[in-house]
């Protein structure tokens, strides 16, 4: 896949990148930058979700009305969630209203919460999955040896759709592999602050107390 110089400001960007202001934006700040909040992290996997079978452009189009929602997609209100809220959410035309894919990520925000009691955070488990430096790329290919393992370990911890192509989105989403094209504009600032970020540690979550 090449890169696409064809964008007003000059720059070279990614192919799947259109011309909408809306989607350079995502590309140009989002896209391959490391994250490690737990919000944004479980927010992210949760839309990865929702997007298969689809663009990732229907998706960020209703990327507000999701967060609304989903209460921000935060996992310990999301875990809340019952018959009522899907319901409702099934009724909201401004997301993908899809009933297997609501109900899952009401039963990944009760796997998130586990993860954090017993990881300390979402970021720990999810980044020790990253591909080591030096890894070929996989640049242009729908999953990794990385993305395949994650799915396995998520599938076993009782997570639902998480497949290893979902995952590997997932994880080009959130920097744990940069895929930006040599060319693009993004891939140097992007290996940089791959270069510079903290890697989320696990660690005791403070009200567990020593074994």
């Not at 110089?5 to 192919?15: E, I, N, T, W």
């Amino acid at each position: 896949m090449t890169a696409n110089s064809a964008f007003s400001d000059g720059l070279a960007r990614c192919a799947w990148v259109d011309t909408s202001a809306e989607y350079m934006a995502y590309h140009d700040n989002e896209w391959g930058r490391p994250q490690g909040d737990d919000r944004a992290l479980f927010e992210q996997l949760c839309l990865e979700g929702f997007q298969s079978g689809l663009s990732w452009r229907t998706i960020l189009n209703k990327r507000e009305a999701f967060r609304r929602g989903f209460a921000a997609f935060d996992p310990a209100k999301v875990a809340r969630f019952g018959e009522k809220q899907v319901l409702a959410l099934l009724a909201d035309a401004g997301i993908v209203r899809h009933r297997g894919k609501i109900e899952a990520v009401i039963n990944n925000a009760r796997r998130a919460l586990e993860m954090i009691e017993r990881e300390g955070s979402l970021g720990a488990f999810f980044w020790r999955f990253e591909a080591p430096p030096g890894s070929p790329s996989t640049r242009g290919a729908s999953t990794s040896a990385q993305s395949e393992a994650l799915s396995k370990a998520l599938k076993k911890l009782g997570w639902k759709f998480v497949g290893p192509t979902t995952v590997y989105a997932f994880m080009q989403s959130v920097g744990m592999v940069n895929d930006h094209h040599p060319d693009c504009h993004c891939h140097g600032p992007s290996e940089q602050a791959r270069k510079a970020f903290r890697r989320p540690a696990i660690r005791r979550p403070a009200n567990r107390r020593p074994a």
